[in-house]
């Protein structure tokens, strides 16, 4: 079963990998979407595929880096998109 949804993460995320650390776990879970940094900075995470993957990274998101202090991790369930890969997006 597929599941779609997007994630708006708050904390210290930004200029410490983040982006990049999310990608590669995306691709290893075999998910497709898109990670980027927001003005506001948070980071917003598009993750699409299959439902137990799509927890994982939820939780792999949640965890971070050692270098990233996670606050908040807001979930919104989303339409199925049907992403190609999973890319780094620009703002």
Do not use: H
Not at 86 to 91: C, L, R, S, T
């Amino acid at each position: 079963m597929k599941k779609s949804v997007r994630l708006y993460i708050s904390g210290f995320i930004q200029g410490v990998f983040y982006r990049p650390y999310i990608k590669e776990n995306a691709e290893r879970l075999n998910l497709r979407g898109f990670v980027r940094s927001l003005e506001d900075n948070r980071v917003e995470v598009f993750l699409e595929g299959d439902v137990d993957n799509v927890t994982k990274m939820i939780e792999i998101c949640r965890k971070g880096l050692k270098s990233t202090e996670i606050k908040d991790i807001e979930i919104k369930e989303e339409r199925f998109q049907d992403f190609k890969n999973f890319q780094i997006m620009k703002v």
